[in-house]
Nanobody
Framework: EVQLVESGGGLVQAGGSLRLSCAASGFTFDDYAIGWFRQAPGKEREGVSCISSSDRSTYYADSVKGRFTISSDNAKNTVYLQMNSLKPEDTAVYYC???????????????WGQGTLVTVSS
């Protein structure tokens, strides 16, 4: 059974930090790109960051560049999103998703986690 399990969300003050984790199982981790996506209330889901399976290239949305860092631990089949200098506009449910090899926006048929809520207070 394919599973992506996010953790690490919570309530933090503006300027603070959180580290999200995405633990994967049920598929060959090394063959998939893992991305982080977020959805704020009343808004569409948007891409935040992604790490590819081939050369571990990383990608970031402009809104998080310089503040967020994505990394992976292949031994643990886990991808992390270190979020620093958090802003109220970062408040959203954060999801991780897996797509084959190269980063792209996932479809509903791709693998998705259940999400973890990040709330940044001003």
């Amino acid at each position: 059974e394919v599973q992506l399990v996010e953790s690490g969300g919570g309530l933090v003050q503006a300027g603070g930090s959180l580290r999200l984790s995405c633990a994967a199982s049920g598929f060959t981790f090394d063959d998939y790109a893992i991305g982080w996506f977020r959805q704020a209330p009343g808004k569409e889901r948007e891409g935040v960051s992604c790490i590819s399976s081939s050369d571990r290239s990383t990608y970031y949305a402009d809104s998080v560049k310089g503040r967020f860092t994505i990394s992976s631990d292949n031994a643990k089949n886990t991808v992390y999103l270190q979020m620093n200098s958090l802003k109220p506009e970062d408040t959203a449910v954060y999801y991780c998703a897996a797509v084959p090899r190269l980063c792209r926006f996932p479809t509903p048929e791709d693998y998705w986690g259940q999400g973890t809520l990040v709330t940044v207070s001003s």
